[in-house]
C-alpha cells in the first residue's frame, strides 16, 4: 500500500474481495517505525507489547496509558506512511465511558490514527463511545493478553464449537459496534477463517492461521531480537540479536586493543590549534 495508509483504505480490504492480505508490525519507536516505513507495511501497532519486549515486564498490564502516549509519540515522529494504531492499554477503557474516550484522545494526540481495544462483546459500550467521539477503532478477540489471569495464562482460545461460535458472536458484535477491522490471537485455524468469513471488516491474525485477511506479528520477533522464547505461530525473518552482540562485541575488542577510534574517526588538530598550544610539530599521530 502506497504513501499514508488510512482507515478507509483498511476497512475496504477485504481478501474475500480481491484484496492483498495485510501486514501488520508493531513497533513502538521511531527508528523501528522508519524500518516498518521502509519496509512497505500496511499498519504499525504501537502495541502494549512494549511492557514485555522492550520494557522488560512479564506480562502487558503493567503499562499505563502515558506510556502508550510516550511510545505512540516516537513512533509517529518517525512520520511513517503505515496506519498508526495506538494499543488502549488494561484499565483504561474499563472504569468509565468518559476516562475511556478521554484515554483514547490522548493516544490520537500523540500521533495514532486509531486505537484497539482488548476483548469482546463486554467492550460494546465502550468502542461505541470511542467510535461517537470520531475515533476509529479495531478490535480484538480470541487471546487477549491483558485477560491473562483469567485465562489461567497466554492460552489458545476458541478451542472447542461453543468458543468457536461465541468468538464469531463477539467478531460481529465489535462490527457492529463500529470496529473497522479486528485483530484475532491465538486460535486455531478454523476459527480464524470462520470468523473471518464473518464479518465483512478484514480480520488481522496473529496465531490464527492463513485465512484470515492479514497477519500481524510483533517486530522484535520478526528481526529475531527477541530470542529468548519462540511462540509456535512466530517465523523469525533475522538474527538481529545475534547481529547485535556480534557488533558490540567488536567495538568492545577494538576499544580495548586501541583499534577504535581510528584517523577515519578522529577531529584532526589542526596546525593554528597546535601552533597556539605550544604542540607544533608534536601533533598526536
Ligand atoms: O500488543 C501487541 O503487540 C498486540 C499484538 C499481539 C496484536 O496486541
New binding site residues.
Given amino acids: 500500500m502506497s504513501s499514508n495508509v488510512t482507515v478507509p483504505q483498511i476497512e475496504a480490504s477485504k481478501v474475500a474481495n480481491g484484496a492483498k492480505p495485510l501486514v501488520m508490525v508493531?513497533a513502538y519507536d521511531a527508528p523501528s517505525a522508519r524500518v516498518a516505513d521502509a519496509a512497505g507495511v500496511d499498519m504499525i501497532?504501537v502495541?502494549?507489547?512494549?511492557a514485555m519486549v522492550v520494557l522488560g515486564y512479564d506480562d502487558?498490564l503493567q503499562v499505563t496509558v502515558d506510556d502508550m502516549a510516550h511510545h505512540v509519540a516516537a513512533v509517529a515522529r518517525a512520520k511513517p506512511a503505515p496506519l498508526i494504531i495506538g494499543?488502549m492499554p488494561w484499565m483504561s477503557f474499563h472504569v468509565s465511558v468518559e476516562e475511556t474516550v478521554r484515554n483514547a484522545a490522548t493516544l490520537i494526540r500523540a500521533g495514532a490514527q486509531c486505537v484497539?481495544v482488548?476483548g469482546g462483546r463486554k467492550r460494546i459500550k465502550m468502542i461505541e463511545a470511542i467510535r461517537a467521539a470520531e475515533i476509529p477503532v479495531i478490535g480484538?478477540v480470541g487471546l487477549t493478553?491483558q485477560s491473562a489471569n483469567v485465562m489461567g495464562g497466554f492460552k489458545i482460545q476458541a478451542r472447542d464449537a461453543h468458543d468457536v461460535r461465541r468468538t464469531i458472536a463477539a467478531a460481529k458484535g465489535l462490527q457492529a459496534a463500529g470496529c473497522f477491522a479486528l485483530?484475532v490471537?491465538g486460535v486455531p485455524d478454523i476459527a480464524g477463517q470462520m470468523i473471518t468469513d464473518a464479518v465483512d471488516i478484514p480480520v488481522i491474525g496473529?496465531g490464527a492461521g492463513p485465512k484470515t485477511d492479514g497477519q500481524?506479528l510483533?517486530y522484535h520477533d520478526v528481526i529475531g531480537l527477541e530470542n529468548r522464547f519462540k511462540p509456535r505461530f512466530v517465523r523469525r525473518y533475522g538474527t538481529a540479536f545475534e547481529d547485535q552482540v556480534e557488533s558490540l562485541t567488536n567495538y568492545t575488542s577494538d576499544v580495548r586493543s586501541g583499534a577504535f577510534p581510528g584517523r577515519d574517526e578522529t577531529y584532526k588538530t589542526s596546525d593554528d590549534l597546535a601552533e597556539s598550544l605550544g604542540l607544533y610539530g608534536s601533533q598526536p599521530t
Fill in positions: 508493531t501497532l502495541g502494549d507489547s512494549v502487558t494499543d484497539k482488548e480484538h493478553p485483530v490471537e496473529i500481524v510483533v
